[in-house]
């Protein structure tokens, strides 16, 4: 097939490496979209290896991925690199907590995300799903940012779920600070290219910790605020870690580790599914007829109402849609670990010290693993249990799994059916997004769709 026709039937991808980068362009790289570090041959290896100062390899093999994941997860830390960029914002919380340390944690925090618990905070998604939908008729007609809506929408959720009343958060303040921090600090630099150490101070983040003190003092307000008002009547996210504690020693979290964990929370927990819920949407306008069929779904379930959490069994094609935007944009699209003992992936040599990545993107593009990859094709989930738990890595995988990964797949699906029950989408010529990964693989530009009401 050659490649306008390649070009007519696949939405956007990134242009993958083709020839082998140096220091200064991986550097210059990465700081333009860490996804174009990716060699294109990634899509079509089980492992690709090399040295940039340090040796590195990237790993496709959902047997390997495995080990690094589950197996072998003590032996495969978070990279240097990750705890640079995310420490100053979220410390020691359970996304960058190594050991005892996470281990306590997420014991004292999964409670918090059980299923029943996730299940009784749907209403709170349901109303952002209707708020949503008004601000969206309000553009009707015209053309829309639909990024900046789903941004809008899962803040909404994440804030009132996390810290519902609580009157010393701003949440446009919180907000404006991380996405400071993220402009100034999440980007790679020279010195993370060459595996400097951490103490060496990396000045581009430096700027930013005017913005994280005032984020946490925010943060510790709130919690002070709690406690000293005590629980409310239906327990939100804080009150459930504030209650929560380590069922084998009875250790519960401080006030900085509460603080860090609720930031990690709130912005992993909007970000991520803003970014899902707008990739979706993005590909629905890519595709009349997934969409055609998405909305026949979504109107017989819903009628003229906002989904709710008792939908979800009649929406199956809309997770199938939800699951494959997050195959093809992945919003965690690049893992990294650093490995601490000597080991064998793929039949090769793994030193301690090596930087051993999982590219996301790359290993859900695999051409072994995923016939016509590039495709969007929501079938690929219509059976979710023949796909291999670790050649589908949305949310990572093992005992480190993200704790919110059925908390933001029926966010997701709630808003996304509301939506598509009421809407109808089309492309706005010229204005395809560009997936750009920094900290998240964001759609840079935006997600321009026309809209029109049903």
């Avoid at 810290?163 to 600090?185: C, K, N, V």
């Avoid at 029950?421 to 530009?445: H, Q, S, Y």
Wanted: glycine fraction near 6%; proline fraction near 7%; include cysteine.
């Amino acid at each position: 097939m050659d490649q306008v026709a390649q070009t007519e039937r696949t939405p956007v991808q990134v242009p993958l490496a083709t020839r082998p980068l140096g220091v200064w362009a991986s550097m210059k790289t990465g700081q333009r979209n860490l996804l174009e570090l990716i060699p294109e041959i990634a899509t079509r290896q089980p492992m690709v290896s090399g040295r940039t100062v340090k040796r590195w390899h990237m790993v496709m093999d959902p047997g390997a991925n495995r080990r690094i994941l589950k197996e072998a997860v003590e032996d495969y830390p978070k990279s240097d690199v990750t705890k640079l960029i995310l420490g100053p914002a979220i410390g020691e919380s359970l996304f960058i907590a190594e050991g005892a340390h996470w281990l306590w944690q997420r014991r004292a925090a999964a409670p918090a995300f059980s299923a029943r618990h996730v299940q009784a905070l749907a209403p709170v998604m349901t109303a952002a799903a209707e708020r949503s939908a008004a601000r969206i008729a309000a553009q009707a007609g015209r053309a829309a940012n639909l990024f900046i809506e789903t941004i809008a929408a899962t803040f909404e959720v994440i804030t009132d779920v996390t810290l519902s009343g609580g009157r010393a958060f701003d949440r446009s303040a919180i907000h404006a600070a991380f996405d400071a921090y993220i402009a100034s600090a999440a980007r790679i630099t020279l010195l993370d290219v060459i595996g400097a150490p951490m103490w060496v101070p990396r000045p581009s983040r430096l700027f930013s910790a005017p913005a994280m003190r005032e984020m946490k003092a925010m943060a510790d307000r709130v919690i002070d605020e709690r406690r000293a008002e005590g629980a409310h009547d239906v327990p939100d996210l804080l009150d459930l870690l504030l209650d929560g504690a380590d069922p084998e020693t009875g250790r519960k979290m401080t006030t900085t580790e509460l603080r860090d964990n609720l930031l990690t929370f709130i912005v992993a927990g909007h970000e991520t599914t803003a970014l899902t819920l707008a990739w979706s949407l993005y590909l629905c306008a890519f595709d009349p007829e997934v969409q055609h069929r998405a909305r026949a779904e979504a109107k017989a379930a819903l009628g003229a109402r906002a989904a709710t959490v008792a939908d979800l069994a009649a929406l199956p094609y809309c997770r199938q849609i939800v699951d494959e935007a997050l195959r093809l944009y992945p919003p965690a699209a690049f893992l990294s670990r650093t490995a601490r003992a000597d080991d064998t992936l793929c039949g090769r040599e793994i030193r301690p010290g090596d930087t051993v990545m999982l590219p996301i993107y790359a290993l859900h593009r695999n051409h072994a693993l995923w016939p016509d990859p590039h495709r969007f094709d929501p079938d690929r989930f219509a059976d979710a249990k023949a796909i291999d738990r670790f050649a589908y890595l949305p949310f990572g995988g093992g005992p480190r799994i993200c704790i919110g990964a059925s908390f933001a797949l029926q966010e997701a699906v709630i808003i996304l059916a509301t939506l598509l029950a009421r809407f109808r989408f089309t492309p706005v010529p010229g204005r395809d997004p560009k997936p750009v990964l920094i900290l998240t693989l964001r759609p840079e530009g935006g997600v321009w769709l026309n809209v029109e009401p049903d």
